[in-house]
């Protein structure tokens, strides 16, 4: 027969927790690395932590496209040998973690990488006309074996960049001097009208609070007007690029600051955009190759100069592409355009068949940079662009420090708490200790699991999550032992007065935890970063802490009241209740007696 309402067999439910434990040990001492070490994050081991935002034009970007990037950025982070990294989706950010020294590299793999080759139509300097451009960078082949060696004794050497005008031959060499170039005037007009795109164009530019799609928008409108490429018209003739709308794009630029299309210029388009070392602006015409149909990548040393190229290989329909199209533009000029920025500009002199060396400007690209580009190159482009929106680097030892803090916080407030129950409650603090103490056991290993099979680390913002459901916890214990009281000032016994108080304070505790999630998962929906380990925490340790009261206290407080001695009112710290409970009902014992009398 079961028992009555609110009566237990305490013995079961105190083995079913033990059960418990003893399993969540039993995976985390049996999977994973078999310690019982919970993940940490960087701000209480060290690290960088940084957040980046999608910029586009249309709002919102899709879901299909957040994933694309997170696997791709993925893919950068494990190319590059940094061990330890998370790169997870958070709403419409994607956060790159990185542990211990190695968070510098973070920095770097959010670089849209949308590698475009597209024509030179026009070029002039950045800089003032009196100051005349330095030499650039070049485009080379390297020998048909797929890899670049210094040239045999005797052969000869690649020469210097052509004169303006002057016919070369043989390997393509560094990119000639602007003036060669149909470019337009190298003092540009201003716009004709005052409604030219380009005119409203500057105009947002120049105010700080422009959204950044309806800066976009206006980006492509003057920057990537069709006309400013030659084109084609209705009977096949050829109609001439517009030279005021060249003349009007090429003002806006500033060489010297980051370009708000990054990531976002349409290759169907010409564009005019400046050059990576910023000295020179070009009006370049629509892609004829996209960086998807590269192959491979590889940084390696410049065997004909100093400094570091990027050897490129493509695929077989990039390769046909690339070879057509440098055998009919011989003497013409082919910008490699990394993210709309012009990295190398070479004038082509002859078909390239093979691989394909990008060069970094005159001394070529550091090692850093070559192998940084090699990387974004081999491994994909974005279908996103992105800008930092949160970096935080925290040394180990801040990291410790942090930790440190944090556990001291924690073990102060558990102290606080045992101090109040020991004083207020006597045996009942005694059990409300030893409920808390199960509780941080079964808390630790369901966090190492987390962490081992989701991934979740803990930070700061999570400690401070399991201090506050210190509190949360103590205040279910509150409620089982004011009820207790309750119970107990109305005549019942401690042994009687359990099974009553357990039905009416289970409610408030089921209601008040219900609540408590609640608004924890409310929390983690809406909140973003720390925020939501913060809650994530909280709301875990919601759900434990009816775990840790069903299973542990009530059978606890159960068993202590079925004991003699357990059960004494001097130990219990009912005493004071049960003789309040004694002088009332002396006091209408005596008030009946009077009235009989009378």
């Known amino acids: 027969m079961a028992p009555p309402a609110g009566q237990i067999r305490p013995g079961r439910y105190l083995a079913f927790f033990i059960a418990i434990v003893v399993v969540l040990y039993a995976l985390v001492f049996a999977t994973g690395d078999h310690q019982a070490k919970p993940k940490l994050g960087i701000d209480l081991q060290g690290g960088t932590r940084v957040s980046l935002t999608a910029r586009t034009e249309t709002g919102e970007p899709s879901k299909e496209s957040l994933d694309l990037a997170r696997e791709i950025i993925e893919e950068r982070v494990n190319g590059t040998g940094v061990s330890g990294a998370e790169i ?15 968070g510098e590299k973070a920095k770097d793999l959010a670089q849209p990488a949308q590698l475009r080759f597209r024509p030179v139509i026009g070029a002039l300097p950045a800089a003032p006309a009196e100051q005349a451009p330095p030499p650039s960078s070049g485009v080379q082949q390297p020998p048909a074996s797929g890899t670049v060696q210094p040239p045999a004794s005797g052969a000869p050497t690649s020469a210097p960049a052509p004169s303006a005008g002057a016919p070369t031959s043989g390997a393509p060499q560094g990119r000639p001097a602007p003036a060669a170039q149909p470019a337009p005037p190298s003092q540009p007009a201003p716009p004709p009208a005052a409604d030219n795109a380009c005119t409203k164009y500057t105009a947002l530019l120049n105010d700080q609070k422009t959204p950044v799609g309806q800066l976009i928008t206006a980006a492509k409108a003057c ?24 003349q009007a794009a090429l003002a806006t630029l500033d060489c010297g600051k980051k370009d708000p299309l990054i990531g976002n210029d349409d290759p169907k388009l010409p564009l005019a955009t400046c050059d990576q070392d910023g000295i020179e602006k070009f009006i370049l015409g629509p892609s004829f190759l996209e960086g998807n149909q590269i192959d491979n990548a590889i940084s390696q040393p410049d065997p004909q100069g100093v400094g570091n190229v990027v050897s490129v290989s493509f695929k077989s329909e990039g390769a046909r592409i690339w070879s057509e199209y440098t055998a009919s533009h011989v003497q013409q000029r082919a910008a490699f355009v990394l993210d709309t920025a012009v990295v190398s500009a070479p004038t082509i002199q002859g078909a390239i068949n093979g691989d394909t060396q990008i060069t970094g400007g005159e001394g070529g690209f550091k090692t850093a940079e070559a192998q940084k580009l090699a990387n974004v190159l081999k491994f994909g482009s974005l279908p996103l662009s992105f800008e930092s929106s949160e970096a935080e680097t925290v040394s180990a030892t801040l990291g410790l420090a942090s930790m440190q803090a944090g556990l001291i ?41 987390l962490g081992r099979w ?94 840790v009261v069903f299973l542990v206290t009530h059978p606890l407080v159960a068993l202590a009241s079925k004991s003699k001695w357990l059960s004494n009112s001097k ?10 409970q004694q002088t009332l009902r002396a006091a209408r014992v005596g008030a009946g007696t009077a009235a009989k009398e009378v």
Not at 88 to 102: C, M, R
Not at 574 to 579: E, F, K, M, P, Y
């Open 88 to 102: 997870v989706l958070d709403g419409n950010n994607i956060v790159i973690t990185v542990p211990g020294e190695q």
């Open 223 to 246: 920057r990537q007007d069709p006309k400013l490429a030659p084109s084609k018209g209705p009977d096949n003739a050829e109609v001439p690029a517009d030279a005021a709308l060249q």
């Open 409 to 449: 916080a924690g073990g102060i407030g558990l102290l606080l708490v045992f101090i109040y129950c020991l004083i207020y409650y006597r045996l009942l603090g005694v059990l409300t200790i030893l409920s808390l103490v199960l509780s941080a056991v079964i808390v630790y290993g369901v966090l190492v699991l």
């Open 454 to 547: 989701v991934g979740f680390t803990l930070d700061l913002a999570g400690i401070a999550g399991f201090i506050v459901a210190i509190g949360i916890t103590a205040d279910s214990f509150v409620v089982f032992f004011e009820r207790l009281k309750d119970e107990v000032r109305e005549g019942r016994s401690f042994r009687s007065g359990v099974p009553r108080a357990w039905v009416r304070a289970r409610r408030t505790i089921l209601s008040a935890d219900a609540v408590q999630f609640l608004a924890a998962a409310v929390l983690y929906i809406l909140a973003v970063g720390q925020v939501k380990g913060f809650a994530f925490t909280l709301g875990m340790a919601t759900v434990l802490d009816l775990i």
């Open 571 to 580: 130990l219990s710290g009912l005493g004071a209740v049960q003789r309040n």
